[in-house]
């Protein structure tokens, strides 16, 4: 009778852990730590967690996702794969798999499969992205080409012009660029030409990347010549402008960038002075080729 009132005992004692244990809730936060716990208290501000330790109050800002059904080792084998990396190489191909080693010269990338192990030289890569990061693209040089759809404010009135401008684009770091353009750009209004040559040096910071997308921002300097048929301006000049864009890459064609973005420029040679809004229906596009 003893030994049968023992074995209940003990099975209501695991029942009552095993309760404990299904009960409890998986708190993921938004910097990726996990918290297992009972949530007793729920608020607009923060929610109230009892683990097996502590009681702690978490701000509801702080919290990226709760689990009521699962168990922390489901998100701790995701962390072990969180160095999982895509490396897409200059000759186009890429590939897939776990970074074990990196140097200056190489890099060494094993298959998350078991499959094989690779080395390959840095001077091959292109850039790395991974499912929480992003591309690569520190030392990287790319020449393309910008079109810009710009709306003009002059004496003369408002007009639409198009430039087509060379690019040469340089990462001096993760996220400081600069970028030199040379742009020629005409237009008509009311029979009177407008004709604008540009060469154009510009500085930009990359301030947010969501996977193959690099959002940034900057400034630029000019010099200018214009002649302006309504005005009897011909003169050289100086140019100042701010910009804000985004620039995307397709898995398919990693070494090309495509972008779009809109700028407000001023513009001033001689006694010609103008405001030149790139958010018309075209703005500027480019596309630009990294190696």
Do not use: W
């Not at 010099?223 to 995307?248: C, H, L, P, R, W």
């Amino acid at each position: 009778m003893k030994t049968l009132s023992k074995i209940i005992i003990f099975a209501l004692f695991i029942l009552g852990i095993f309760c404990i244990t299904v009960s409890a809730e998986i708190i993921i936060l938004v910097d990726d730590e996990i918290i297992q716990g009972k949530i007793t208290q729920y608020t607009k501000e923060a929610i109230v967690v009892e683990t097996e330790t502590e009681t702690k109050e978490i701000p509801t800002s702080r919290i990226r996702l709760v689990d009521y059904l699962s168990t922390p080792q489901k998100y701790q084998q995701k962390d072990e794969t969180s160095n999982k990396f895509i490396l897409y190489l200059k000759n186009g191909e890429i590939i897939e798999g776990i970074i074990t080693q990196f140097t200056n010269e190489f890099l060494t990338i094993e298959s998350p499969e078991g499959y094989g192990v690779l080395q390959i030289p840095i001077s091959s890569v292109n850039f790395l992205t991974t499912g929480k990061s992003h591309i690569e693209l520190n030392q990287r040089d790319a020449i393309g080409y910008v079109q810009r759809r710009s709306t003009l404010d002059t004496s003369a009135g408002m007009t639409t012009y198009t430039s087509n401008q060379i690019s040469y684009k340089f990462f001096i770091s993760k996220s400081l660029f600069g970028n030199i353009l040379l742009a020629y750009g005409n237009a008509s209004y009311n029979g009177d030409k407008l004709q604008l040559l540009a060469l154009d040096y510009r500085m930009g910071k990359t301030f947010k990347t969501v996977q193959n997308i690099v959002l940034y921002y900057g400034g630029s300097i000019g010099y200018m010549q214009v002649k302006d048929d309504s005005n009897g301006i011909d003169g050289s000049g100086t140019g100042y402008g701010v910009f804000v864009g985004a620039e995307m890459f397709f898995n398919s064609l990693p070494n090309f960038g495509f972008s779009g973005e809109i700028g407000y420029s001023t513009k001033t040679a001689d006694e010609y002075k103008s405001s030149d809004l790139s958010i018309s229906s075209f703005p500027a596009f480019s596309v630009h080729y990294y190696f």
